[in-house]
């Protein structure tokens, strides 16, 4: 039963018990100050997050080089935190229920502030993975819980408009990242990539004392953690095992156990899932088709396109002699072709249907990938602005088409449970991308003396060939669809932004 509020309403943020609910509409009583900035809170949050992931992309050769670190092998900074946070974000929702929404913001704000310093003090790369790792903890929930606050707190009516305020900065975000994490590395030093998260995260955490509505399900839920220690645990040791694989720093007999162990945990946790009244991800999901068709592609394309943001910034330093204020700048075309292609992906799709459309786009893309082994040491920057530019459009109308794709047929029963398996899913492809491509780095450049110059070009003209074919294998999935599979819906596009 939801509290019925008094006459005067109390504010969000007037104390730390339960925020008050309407008894006719079941959503928060929010004073006017609050439903004005509530969505900034949320747009602070997901700016935040969305920077974190780019910044560090073009700082990574100059951190190498005061930790005294091999810059190919740099990349378990970013799984990390890609890693943590896939394995979080199955659990945000029943915390936010559990905890209260104000709460876990509130911690999450402060994990990842607090991991923002001790990734600034870090004094090698084991302890900078370690500091990630705290860091993608309040990473993990800031997003999610964010849109679940919204989702509760505003109408259908204003939902579209509100999500798609909040999520303008998550634009933001990747546009600023290299540019600024270049600069500062250059011009300052790479640990003020993290201290400028400090005042951030002070600013966000005032503010969401004052205005976040703390607010809870209904009840106890129930919360699958068996089903979710099997699934975390299982990923983790896959990924592991991978990462493992191309590194070489530990045995393959240790790689193998590990995939092996990885295997048999997921595996053990879908037999599970199918005999639990209340599984982690409901079974019903591959009933689906365009869900099972949507996440498998999802999983191959992102496997290419999701490397491509760590892989460049290497390549135009390390192979092509960029500074990192050089490289930052380099990656700007990119960001606002796919900011561009956002406000033509849904009408394209309408005229061509999501088969021809992610057919032609994954092989594209793919090509497009690969075409990163055409340029040379002395590109032009204008050839090469164009020529990411053009990598970003269709990067971006991949990401919309296979999102809008893989929810648009759910129905409330699954559409939360798939919406967090995606979630997962993009978060892991991602990290599985940035192991695979060091990996492929590391094989070609074998025999290199030094990690930086012209000898290393052949390296990553390699890796790009053999990235573009893995992201073009996802066409043939694609190729499982029907004609008239999928439906092109505004609301699919607000349930994921990216």
Known sequence: MPEVPSSSPASA???????????????????????????????????????????????????ARDLGENPLRMQSAVVA?????????????????????????????GLFTGGSLLCALAPSLQVLVLARVVQGLGGALLVPVGRLVALKAFPKAEFLRVMTFISLPGLVGPLMGPTLGGVLTQYASWHWIFLINLP????????????????????????DW??????????????LALQGFGEHVVSVAICLVMLVAGVACMMTYWLQASRTEAPLFTPALFAVPTFRIGLLGNIFARLGSGATPFLTPLFLQLGLGFSPSEAGLSMIPSVLGAMFTKTLAIRLI????????????????????ASFALIPRGVGHVWLAIHLGIFGMVNSMQFTAMNTLTLGDLDERTASSGNSLLAVVMQLSMSLGV??????????????????????????????????????????????????????QESAESKLSE
């Open 435 to 488: 192991a695979t491509s060091s990996a492929f780095l590391l094989l070609f450049s074998q025999g290199v003396a030094r990690t930086d110059g012209p000898a290393m070009v052949p390296a990553f003209h390699a890796t790009f060939l053999a990235l573009g074919a893995m992201a073009a294998v996802a066409a043939f999935i694609f190729n499982q669809l029907r004609l008239d599979e999928g439906t092109a």
């Open 81 to 109: 935190y890609l890693l943590t946070v896939a394995l979080l974000i199955p659990a945000s929702g029943w915390l936010a229920d559990r905890f209260g929404t104000r709460s876990v913001f509130l911690w999450a704000i």
């Open 200 to 223: 951030v995260g002070l600013v966000g955490a005032m503010a969401c004392r004052r205005y976040m509505p703390q607010l809870k399900g209904a009840g106890r839920q129930r919360f």
């Open 13 to 63: 943020s007037s104390s730390s018990d339960t925020t008050p609910l309407h008894p006719l509409t079941g959503r928060p009583v929010l004073d006017a100050a609050t439903h004005r900035y509530l969505p900034w809170v949320v747009a602070l949050a997901f700016f935040m997050q969305t920077l974190d992931t780019t910044i560090l992309n073009t700082a990574l050769p100059g951190m």
């Open 226 to 239: 068996s089903g979710y220690a099997l699934f975390s645990f299982g990923l983790m040791l896959m990924s």
């Open 350 to 369: 309408r005229w061509g249907g999501y088969r021809r459309v992610l057919i032609v786009n994954t092989l594209l893309l793919g090509a497009l990938i």
